[in-house]
């Protein structure tokens, strides 16, 4: 039993770390890579952001503002005030931690569309702020961001950042596998399922709705700070409304309480707009009309519902 | 000895004074029923013990400390657990997952270590398995163990709760009408667990409406009616009390 579990938990780890591996020598030229590199950094927001809604049950609709907020404290603390690039990202972890922190107590009392409604605005505020502050952002015109840079080493190659993103995701799904399963996690999932039996069984409910709040943030950032850097230009609307929605589409249509799932969703959700026209032209639609189709036809999302399907088809 | 004791303990509803005044002491070791009509309290009463509400007034001592308004978590640390008379059952989780939740604080829940999967997590894991495993099989449901909560019946839900709520080994165990809903032969089922349950040293406070049940399993019966106390004793003065008599049919040739 004990053995089946770890090789429940780190047999899928093993697959996306083998399929990461092998990628590259599929990936034709640079386009596929900016591809693989884009979604395996959504996938990482994916990933934090199913802990919350996925496994804790609660909605974030403002995600991308920690995302924005990640990638402009790593642009503006490297090229406006030259501090070394791991230093940015760590600075803007912990900043959007503590922004996090201090947001989830009153937001997170909030249940349902206030939720909704409260991480929305949140968004919305952060973007507003990027617009505004010319000075330190570029406001709506962007700014450029330098590359990314350690020990006088540079990541400046499309194989490096592929590297940097399939390494980081590997990590974020192992963390968020191991995290699962514990005591931790089952409470989170506990939050979800009925609060007043879980705090009835000893979990201070409030306190593990704010770690997972802040958990997800610090996630949302990271990929941001990497996205910054990997893209070498920041925009305001990477905080916009759209951006969190495209966040939360993923997270649906890979499949709620499924880590593999945020993956799948977000690697679909990058990748066809950029080979289908079509796609690309009606980018809103489509966003909306997979999410109408997802929770008509597919309420669990795309991998819990294949796992039932073939655990339900005659042998 | 007294386990719990409850002191002028009160809640009102806006204008709805829901309990008022209640003065009882629960007796470690024992088994209390709480009976009364239909919006006497009985759950308003549960509610405030295990910390769901805070009381308008009054106070509760467990062991001589004073819990009054303390929340649920931090009163399931000093060992209070109770079950639901609406079911609050994890559907997002396994049923043996359900039953390792309520071992919870018997469980390392370090951040740091959980993000890691720490060996010390591994063993926490497995001991709250096999914890559960075990009380899986004690209340009956071994043939659930790994299926999922959606797939049971409604008197096995029932079952899971109380062994999730004694996963916690709580010195108190509140059972909020445990056989509303059940069979004759699952309502039998149940009245032995909760001797089982005393028999092992648990205090229990149930409500209940099927009376054999309580009459048969409790020690000592508090019977409420419109938020306040109409008697309380064994259940055999209960059972001839005037007072009980008539508010359970309905009042007699004189009214006071």
Known sequence: ?315 | MSLLEINGLSKSFGGVHAVQNLEYTVESGKVHSIIGPNGAGKTTLFNMVTGVYAPTSGKTHLNGRDITGLPAYKLAALGISRSFQNLQVFFNMTVLENVMVGAHLHCRRGFLESLLHTPSISRSNDGARRRATELLEWVGLEAYITAHTDSLPYGALKRMEIARALASDPKLLLLDEPAAGLNNIETQEIDKLIQQISDNGVTVILVEHDMRLVMGVSDHILVLEHGQKLAEGTAGEIRKNPDVIAAYLGGTAETN
């Open chain 1, 1 to 315: 039993m004990k053995r089946s579990t770890v090789a429940s938990r780190y047999g899928g780890v093993f697959v996306l770390a083998a399929i990461i591996a092998i990628l590259p020598l599929f990936l034709a030229n640079s386009f596929y890579f900016d591809v693989a590199i884009n979604s395996g950094i959504a996938a990482i927001v994916c990933v934090g952001l199913n802990l919350l809604i996925g496994y804790a049950g609660q909605i974030s609709l403002g995600h991308a503002g920690f995302f924005a907020l990640g990638a402009y404290s790593s642009a503006i603390l490297t090229d406006n005030y030259g501090w070394p690039p791991v230093a940015s990202l760590i600075m803007g972890l912990l900043a959007v931690a503590t922004l996090a922190f201090l947001i989830a107590r009153p937001i997170l009392r909030l249940r349902g569309h206030y939720l909704a409604m409260a991480t929305l605005g949140m968004g919305i505020i952060i973007s507003i702020v990027l617009n505004q502050e010319v000075n330190l952002t570029g406001g709506p015109d962007g700014m450029p961001v330098s590359a990314f840079s350690a020990l006088g080493w540079e990541a400046n190659s499309d194989l490096t950042w592929y590297w940097i993103v399939g390494g980081s995701l590997i990590t974020t799904v192992w963390l968020a596998l191991n995290l699962i399963d514990s005591a931790v996690g089952r409470a989170l999932r506990a939050v979800h399922g009925s609060e007043v039996a879980a705090q009835v069984a000893g979990i201070d409910t409030t306190r593990y709705k704010i770690l997972i709040f802040v958990v997800s943030g610090i996630m949302a950032a990271y990929a941001g700070s990497l996205f910054a850097h990997y893209t070498g230009f920041l925009t305001p609307s990477e905080a916009g409304f759209f951006r969190s929605i495209e966040f939360v589409t993923m997270v649906v249509l890979g499949g709620m309480a499924s880590v593999f799932g945020s993956v799948i969703g977000a690697v679909i959700l990058t990748a066809l707009p950029q080979f289908l026209t079509v796609f690309h032209d009606y980018e809103h639609v489509m966003f909306g009309l997979i999410m109408m189709l997802t929770m008509i036809f597919m309420p669990k999302g795309l991998l819990p519902s294949l796992r039932n399907w073939i655990n339900k088809r005659p042998l």
